[in-house]
């Protein structure tokens, strides 16, 4: 079982940057990737940023060039780092985990951190 914990959310003007965190807790030497999500108000789950045991991320096309993906396994935390932020990154960002290979397979979530980007 593992467990995620994100924090780092908040209230920000455009322009601006935040960095969520995710720390992790239990059997994770089984989890192979770990990416975050975003739910926007009234828009579908999307992919932000992914990271598979490969270690080379993933983006998704509307954060490219502004976000970075990062984890530290000695310390159990997977982190975005978010620059140029638009009002259009608004949304609840999850951090979620799994032992398969595919973003779309993660078997683990956190409980969401909210972000809201302001004019």
């Known amino acids: 079982q593992v467990t995620l914990v994100e924090s780092g959310g908040g209230l920000v003007q455009a322009g601006g940057s935040l960095t969520l965190s995710c720390q992790a807790f239990?059997?994770?030497?089984?989890?192979?990737?770990m990416a975050w999500y975003r739910h926007p108000p009234g828009k579908p789950r999307e992919l932000v940023a992914g990271?598979?045991?490969?270690?080379?991320?993933d983006y998704g096309d509307s954060v490219k060039g502004r976000f970075t993906i990062s984890r530290d396994n000695a310390k159990n935390t997977l982190s975005l780092q978010m620059n140029s932020l638009k009002p259009e990154d608004t949304g609840a960002y999850y951090c979620?985990?799994?032992?398969?290979?595919?973003?779309?397979?993660?078997?683990?979530w956190g409980q969401g951190t909210q972000v809201t980007v302001s004019l």
């Open positions: 239990g059997s994770l030497s089984t989890i192979n990737t």
């Open positions: 979620g985990a799994g032992t398969f290979s595919d973003y779309k397979k993660l078997e683990y």
């Open positions: 990271l598979p045991s490969s270690n080379v991320p």
